[in-house]
């Protein structure tokens, strides 16, 4: 359900996004994978736009948006990198994402009789793109130019108000990578000002652990 309830965005065993205007019980397709994997769609704050994950030609995910009102769909990723469970901050600035970007191999040498193939564990770091021009990256520390933000107000009003803009141009070189370790991650999710994922360690049936990270800086 979108965050102001006239909308359900669902996914149906076709790979074809759907949605569904509940007061008047129509629906119309939003877009169809053919190379399946289609992604579970993530709702921007003023239920204007989704966040989607769809396989490229290569079957590496690429992360989507696409406006309730039928414009045209924005890629914000590339196809040479996995990206995977997108999430919108809640004033719609940014989106925050998982990508499987690092190659470090475990196996050192090619060589021997019993040498396998490249092994890379831990590959998904965190990253969030500026989904407007001009925004100060919310991990960034405080210095004479940038004093430490305000405590944001909750107020129902403003968020009624809220509208998210997107300034497509150049959206693929505002991407930042959080301050943290590569790891095997997973299910990443957003609520208030926390970001919230499942990580692994490196093995065979290995438990997973919940991970909290606040947004912003740590002074």
Not at 63 to 89: K, N, Q, Y
Request: some cysteine; aromatic content about 10%.
């Amino acid at each position: 359900p979108s965050p102001d309830g006239k909308w359900i965005a669902s996914i149906d065993q076709d790979q074809e996004l759907w949605l569904l205007e509940i007061e008047s019980g129509k629906s119309r397709r939003l877009r169809f994978s053919p190379g399946w994997n289609l992604g579970l769609p993530s709702w921007s704050p003023d239920s204007r736009w989704l966040a989607y994950t769809m396989p490229a030609a290569n079957q590496l995910q690429r992360i989507h948006l696409a406006p309730v009102d039928g414009g045209e769909e924005i890629v914000l990723t590339g196809d040479r990198f996995d990206s995977s469970d997108p999430c919108w901050s809640p004033d719609g600035n940014w989106l925050y994402f998982l990508s499987r970007r690092n190659f470090d191999s475990l196996v050192r040498s090619p060589w021997g009789s019993r040498a396998p193939d490249p092994y890379f564990p831990e590959q998904t770091g965190l990253y969030a793109l500026a989904l407007r021009e001009n925004l100060r990256f919310p991990f960034a520390p405080d210095d004479e130019l940038q004093p430490a933000a305000e405590e944001e107000s909750d107020d129902d009003e403003e968020a009624a108000e809220l509208k998210v803009e997107i300034d497509a141009e150049g959206i693929r070189e505002r991407l930042y990578e959080l301050p943290l370790p590569y790891g095997n991650y997973a299910g990443l999710r957003l609520a208030g000002s926390r970001l919230f994922w499942l990580s692994r360690a490196t093995g065979r049936a290995m438990p997973r652990d919940l991970m909290m990270l606040g947004i912003g800086n740590a002074d």
